[in-house]
């Protein structure tokens, strides 16, 4: 559609959701990311987010967005999965003259990082008591009890001899 007509469609679903003739939950399926957005489908986005913020006003219409009960309906037009896409959501909002719906995100935005390591250190833990329960299941505890890992397919020829001395 050409910018005018974006804008009409825009205005119209701004006005249904204003006055609750359609359901808030109809965010959910408007995901805001490069890859998956296109010049026309964020011209809509602005409007949209434009006409409602001119009806209720940037507050109400924070409040309406952080409301925690839900969540799950705004997670395509404000993603959390990557620090690009959440970049790239704060920039759009930001660059349409809305970058206070974006407060919460940018909080989280600084945080990513220590997020990300803390993540890779539980997956690293979680991963190395999986290779550990899987040793143990395949009877090799009394490998793993040792300090000496690295000698682990020698120690399974010689693993019979070992556990009789050390018992």
Known sequence: LETGKLRNVASLFGHLLVTDAI??????????????????SRIFIKYLFQELSASLGVFKLAERINDPSTPMWYDGI???DTQANLRFAINFFTSIGLGG??????????????IAAE????????????????????????????SDGDSS??????????????S
């Open 78 to 80: 404000f993603p959390k």
């Open 119 to 146: 993540n890779a250190k539980t997956h690293a833990a979680a991963a190395a008591d999986f290779a550990a329960r899987q040793r143990i299941l395949r009877g090799g505890a009394s490998s793993s009890d040792s």
């Open 153 to 166: 397919s020698d120690s399974d020829s010689s693993s019979s001899s070992d556990s009789s001395s050390s």
């Open 23 to 40: 359901p808030w939950s109809v965010m959910d399926c408007m995901r805001l990311t490069e890859e998956e957005t296109t010049s026309s």
């Open 101 to 114: 719906l974006t407060d919460k995100m940018r909080e989280l935005y600084k945080e990513m990082p220590r």
